[in-house]
């Protein structure tokens, strides 16, 4: 691979330590500010922390706790509006929450609840802050260095898979340069996670498949991906689609340019510990259940074979770009001017980002994946990497669909997939981006600067 050397060697050093810097600082800020709950489901993830502080997990049927009842209403509030009972409301309780009483916490593993909650001990250790006070800043906080944890692999990662200059600063900042991605790094959510094990998923599937490393650092990231969320491991699908390929066309009398040579009983192990979490964890959350899920999810009830299947068409047709705007990281209204000049300057950078790194997938993948034929034998050789490049691209279209029907059918309720779920690809569309375009600069120096200033003009705004 070329490398892009500045002519200031000290300039990506102190881009990339000063970027960092500036992120952790600016979300551990917000996450401690005492925003309101966000709308992304915040308020059922505390109440998940709520119940594991407690020493239980909640059910299908549990009740919203008074926890978060009390924040709902006298505490940080939440995005969707106030409480329908006051404070000091002797009927304050559950049914005073416009999501209404039930939590939905329980379909998340207890795994990231858990991990924050060993946090929260350590916190609680050593801080003099009253216990009721933290309560909502601590799993924030706790948010925000899993988030910033998945920008500092992307920049190992990256450094370790052979970019330098401009394309390593493309490949830290790029798969989380935008207000909805960092988002995450401010609030109560298991995506919080999301980056960094796409991170680890894509960087030991790329070594791997580049002939650098072997297969079990691959499994090891994708079991630890599926046990926290389960749109986690799904970069791991980009590789089981490109490891199909590969057996198949193996079959047919290709061979694989390189030294991959994936086997089929790997292939399986990835699917097992994809699926296999879904379906044990769907049999626990059966067996605990005390109401349906047709109560529970009445306002997203099945209307019919016909609306499945024109969802999952629906969802097929729309590009899940993991890149996209939000409000809810916005400058406070009595901010400075640059403040707001600085959060206006990046409101297009998803768009940017989606046409660049999309544009140059397709671009690869048009291509095609045929190398050179091998010289001994003159058999078809397949390119590993313009494989993968159409795998993760298959894989980006077809999860969505796919998740729409496996609710549907498993769960019963039917609701259209949001494009957060693909946040963990976004290493991975990176890395390949820069992959597949080792000798243009100018392409790597143009993703650097969409990615610092995205990064930058979202973090000095709320800061």
Not at 10 to 16: C, E, K
Not at 265 to 284: R, T
Request: proline share 6%.
């Amino acid at each position: 691979m070329r490398k892009d050397t500045p002519s200031r060697p000290w300039l990506v050093p102190v881009v990339l330590a000063g970027t960092l810097l500036v992120l952790l600082t600016a979300l551990w800020r917000e996450a401690g500010s005492d925003r309101p709950m966000s709308a992304v489901d915040e308020h059922m993830h505390l109440d998940t922390h709520a119940h594991v502080h407690r020493g239980d997990f909640p059910h299908r049927g549990s009740l919203m706790t008074m926890e978060v009842v009390r924040e709902w209403a006298c505490g940080v509030g939440h995005e969707a509006g106030a409480a329908m009972a006051p404070c000091d409301h002797p009927d304050l309780g559950p049914n005073s929450l416009p999501s209404g009483i039930h939590s939905s916490g329980y379909i998340h593993y207890p795994t990231y609840f858990v991990a924050a909650e060993g946090y929260r001990t350590a916190v609680d250790a050593v801080s003099s802050t009253d216990d009721a006070d933290s309560f909502v800043d601590t799993y924030r906080h706790f948010a925000t260095l899993l988030s910033v944890l998945g920008v500092a692999a992307c920049l190992l990662a990256g450094r370790r898979l052979g970019f330098r200059g401009a394309a390593l600063v493309a490949a830290t900042f790029v798969p989380s340069a935008t207000a909805g991605i960092l988002l995450y790094g401010t609030i109560a959510n298991p995506q919080s996670t999301a980056v960094l094990t796409g991170a680890l998923i894509a960087w030991a599937g790329l070594r791997w498949a580049l002939g650098r490393g072997g297969f079990w650092p691959l499994a090891a990231a994708t079991a630890l991906g599926a046990s926290l969320a389960v749109v986690d491991s799904l970069p791991a699908g980009a590789f089981m689609v490109a490891m199909a390929a590969v057996l198949v066309l193996r079959r047919l009398g290709w061979q694989v340019a390189g030294t991959w040579q994936p086997r089929w009983w790997q292939l399986a192990v990835l699917g097992v510990l994809v699926v296999g979490p879904v379906i044990g964890y769907g049999a626990f959350i059966s067996s605990r259940a005390t109401i349906s899920n047709d109560e529970l999810y009445a306002f997203a009830s099945l209307d019919g074979l016909s609306n499945i299947i024109a969802g999952g068409v629906w969802e097929l047709s729309i590009l899940h770009t993991p890149w996209y705007e939000t409000t809810s990281l916005s400058a406070a209204e009595d901010a400075p001017l640059v403040q707001h000049v600085l959060r206006a300057a990046v409101q297009g950078v998803p768009l940017w980002l989606t046409l660049a790194v999309f544009a140059c997938l397709v671009v690869a993948a048009a291509r095609g994946v045929t190398a050179p034929r091998a010289p001994r034998t003159g058999a078809r050789t397949i390119a590993v990497v313009p494989l993968l490049v159409i795998s993760a691209l298959v894989a980006l279209l077809l999860f969505p669909p796919a998740m729409r029907i496996s609710n549907a059918l498993n769960v019963g309720f039917d609701y259209p997939i949001v494009s957060r779920y693909a946040m963990p690809f976004t290493p991975l569309l990176v890395w390949l981006v820069l992959l597949t375009s080792p000798t243009r600069p100018v392409l790597a120096r143009g993703l650097a600067l969409l990615g610092v200033g995205g990064v930058l003009g979202v973090a000095l705004a709320v800061w």
